[in-house]
Every structure is written in structure tokens, then in C-alpha cells.
């Protein structure tokens, strides 16, 4: 494959740049890694806040796990929301922020990509055994489920990867686009079931019928890919059960043809990208 070809004689450099990436995100702050938790852990608590006791959204108890905790079942979805997001803007401006490096140094540029995930992934790795220890102590059986979410993690790692591969390179050519990709990550949350449960749009989409066809408002809504991967996390650590085979392998498809499809975009504009920045 071209990527390990890319990589197999580059993989102290990527170690190295990830140790960067992983020190310099709280250099010399007085919590250090700690703020990894801090952040998500204040939104759970600003979204539960406002769609649990203001708006009382009511998600079904955990099926078969009976847990009936609001701020848990939007951890398992939330969590995995901001590794996305975060990888994305991070790899979306790193070729840019390593302009200088690009101009005086060949080396595979895709290792700064790599970096910035297996960046963001030790923060999620770190954000998640703290959620599966929550899970125990109000008595899910999380722990069973933890090496199959291991897994999707490391297939929504290759999505997110894909798309920030695509971004980087629209980025150099067009800098609004962290601008538009702002603006669409806003859309993009409240278009995911985090906050809120599925059947809340299976309901409004039975109200108004087929749009055009056979197809459905749900029907659309499902194509979300990251709606997947929210419903098959919330399956394994907070219902403790198998996710649908069609959403496994649909979250695996969206995972290979993202990171494929961004790897190929990627390479194709390898060659000009020092003189485009």
C-alpha cells in the first residue's frame, strides 16, 4: 500500500511529531493533559443542563443495560463527535501552520496528517477509559464491550484522517475553508443525534410521509456518518449490546472510502504543495 511505502521509512518522524503535537496542545498550562477532560466534560454538563432539565429530552433507558443516565448517554455519542472535529481543524490548518518545514525539507507530508490524529487520538483514548470507569461504577458491563469499541475507534480514526486529508489540501489552494467547515461543523452537530435520540426524527418523519418516492426524512437523516458511528458507541458502552450489522459495516465503509478517497486527493497534490504555499 502507498501509505506504509509513505510511512515505513518515516516512522520516527511521525513519533516525533506526535510527541510535538501531544506536548503542545497545553504547553505550559497548569493542568496540562487534564484540559483534554476539562472540555468535554464542561459541555456534557452545559448540554445536559439545557436538553435534560430545560428541554427534557428523554432518551429510552439503556437496552439491555437498563441505564437511565442523560449525561453518560451523551458522552458515548459526544466523545467521539470532538475527536472528530478536533482532528479535522487540526489537520485542515497543519499543512499551512508547517509552511516553513514544507519549503526546506522533503519528507512524506502526509506524516504531519498522521500526526495530528494519533495526536488527538491519545486525548480520546484518555477521555474514554474515563467514560468506561463512569460506565462501571453506575454498573454497565462497558468493560466487555470496550475491545470491539477499540476497533470502531480505530475505524473512525481512518474517517476522520480521510477527511482532514481532503481539507488540508482544499486549504492551502482556498484558506476560507476553515471558515466554511466552521460554519458546517455547527450544522453538522445538531444534524447528529448527540443530544438528542433518533426517534425524534423517526417520529416528525412519520408525520410528514415519504418526501419524494419511497424516501423518507429518516432515510436521509440515517446517511449521516457520524450518526453511525454516535449509534453504534451508544450500543456497545451504554445499551452493552451488538450494534446493527448494516450500521457496522456501513461506519466501516464510510471509515475505508473517506480515508482512501482523501489519501488519493492527497497525493495527487503532494508534488505542488510547497509552491501553493
Known amino acids: 500500500m502507498g501509505i506504509v511505502k509513505d510511512l515505513q521509512g518515516s516512522s520516527e518522524l511521525v513519533l516525533n511529531l506526535t510527541r510535538r503535537e501531544i506536548k503542545g496542545k497545553y504547553k505550559r498550562t497548569a493542568l496540562g493533559q487534564l484540559w483534554s477532560l476539562a472540555n468535554p466534560l464542561a459541555a456534557m ?14 432518551p429510552d433507558p439503556g437496552d439491555p443495560s437498563g441505564l437511565n443516565i442523560f449525561a453518560l448517554w451523551l ?19 497543519t499543512l499551512v501552520g508547517n509552511e516553513n518545514l514544507i519549503k526546506k ?36 458491563n462497558a468493560l466487555v464491550w470496550l475491545p470491539l469499541a477499540v476497533v470502531f475507534m480505530a ?34 452537530f445538531y444534524l447528529t443525534p448527540i443530544v438528542y435520540p433518533v426517534s425524534l426524527v423517526a417520529d416528525q418523519s412519520e408525520r410528514l410521509g415519504p418526501l419524494f418516492g419511497s424516501v423518507t426524512l429518516l432515510d436521509l437523516y440515517l446517511l449521516n456518518p ?42 495527487r497534490s503532494e508534488k505542488g504543495l510547497a509552491e501553493a504555499l
Request: with cysteine; proline share 2%.
Open 45 to 58: 454538563a452545559i448540554y445536559t443542563v439545557v436538553f435534560a432539565f430545560i428541554i427534557r429530552v428523554q
Open 75 to 93: 458522552l458515548c455519542a459526544l466523545l467521539p463527535w470532538t475527536f472528530f472535529t478536533n482532528v479535522v481543524n487540526g489537520g485542515m490548518g
Open 105 to 140: 525539507v522533503y519528507f512524506p507530508r502526509i506524516a504531519l496528517l498522521v500526526a495530528n490524529s494519533f495526536s488527538w487520538m491519545f486525548s480520546w483514548s484518555i477521555e474514554m477509559v474515563v467514560l468506561v470507569l463512569a460506565l462501571l461504577i453506575v454498573g454497565s
Open 155 to 188: 475505524l473512525m480514526s481512518l474517517f476522520a484522517t480521510g477527511v482532514s486529508l481532503m481539507l488540508s489540501v482544499a486549504n492551502v489552494h482556498f484558506r476560507d475553508t476553515q471558515h466554511f467547515v466552521g460554519i458546517l461543523f455547527q450544522v453538522w
Open 226 to 267: 457520524i450518526g453511525q458511528f454516535a449509534e453504534v458507541f451508544r450500543n456497545l458502552l451504554y445499551d452493552n449490546r451488538w450494534p446493527d450489522l448494516s450500521t457496522a459495516l456501513a461506519c466501516a465503509a464510510w471509515s475505508l472510502g473517506a480515508f482512501f478517497l482523501g489519501y488519493a486527493l492527497f497525493k
